[in-house]
């Protein structure tokens, strides 16, 4: 009978949506009005609940995605920052304490095996440094969301920006101040060779299909065979 205004005994749908417009009118109007804590925080969650799910049986992904989201919007700003910093500080400890360690360590497996340190180095090293990256790479890009993969592509491309800046320049800081021999020209060339032969292709495309990350994990024995060849073949040092 609320519906049926003209008393027709059939509801249209003017009639419908007016009366449900004038339901969450009398709803709000009774919500500013409640007295105790309880009835406005029940009506709070009326208005935050959708009459509808659309995505009934979702993964838990997403619902973990948004527990993490909320998580992030709970802390403040000043929270986010001390964390920030606790983290970073925390690792650039914990690198300091096992960089030289792991440095005594390659030596001492390259001297006991008989394999160039440089090899060991290659080989081993770069999976202990860049451990943390390749995990936390993973766990964004299985989540097949946009905002996470382009993270999983910020923190790659950071990784490989401090890579070719920072940790160059103090190598070559540490070859100038104390005045070491360079002996390096072949893995410089063969590293260079790999970027301009990445690059040319990086640069003519923005999207690649998945047969480049193929082609790209290729170059990392491919390199590794041009510096063995230009050492022991061409006595390239």
């Known amino acids: ?75 403040s700003k000043g929270a986010i920052m001390r964390k920030s910093a606790t983290l970073l500080l925390g690792g650039t400890l914990l690198v300091a304490l096992f960089s030289d360690p792991m440095v005594d360590a390659v030596a001492s497996f390259s001297t006991s095996s008989g394999i160039p340190a440089f090899f060991v180095s290659f080989l081993v090293t770069p999976f202990a440094s860049n451990a943390s990256e390749l995990v936390s790479s993973l766990q964004f890009a299985k989540k097949k969301r946009i905002k996470n993969i382009s993270l999983t592509y910020s923190q790659v491309y950071g990784a490989v920006t401090m890579n070719n800046t920072m940790c160059l320049g103090l190598f070559l800081l540490v070859v100038w101040y104390r005045d070491l021999t360079w002996t390096f020209s072949s893995e410089v060339v063969t590293t260079m060779a790999c970027i301009f032969a990445f690059g040319a292709v990086t640069s003519t495309r923005l999207t690649f299909p998945t047969y480049w990350a193929i082609a790209s994990l290729a170059l990392y024995p491919v390199a590794l065979a041009l510096v063995y060849f230009l050492d022991y073949y061409v006595g390239w040092q």
Request: proline content about 3%; aromatic content about 6%.
């Open 1 to 75: 009978k609320e519906l049926d205004r003209d008393g027709s005994g059939k509801i249209s749908y003017d009639e419908l949506r007016d009366g449900i417009h004038r339901w969450f009118a009398e709803f709000q109007k009774s919500a500013t009005h409640c007295s105790t804590p309880q009835e406005r925080n029940s009506s709070k969650v009326f208005e935050s609940t959708p009459l509808i799910n659309l995505e009934e049986g979702g993964g838990g992904d997403d619902e973990d995605d948004d527990d993490d989201e909320e998580e992030e919007e709970d802390m």
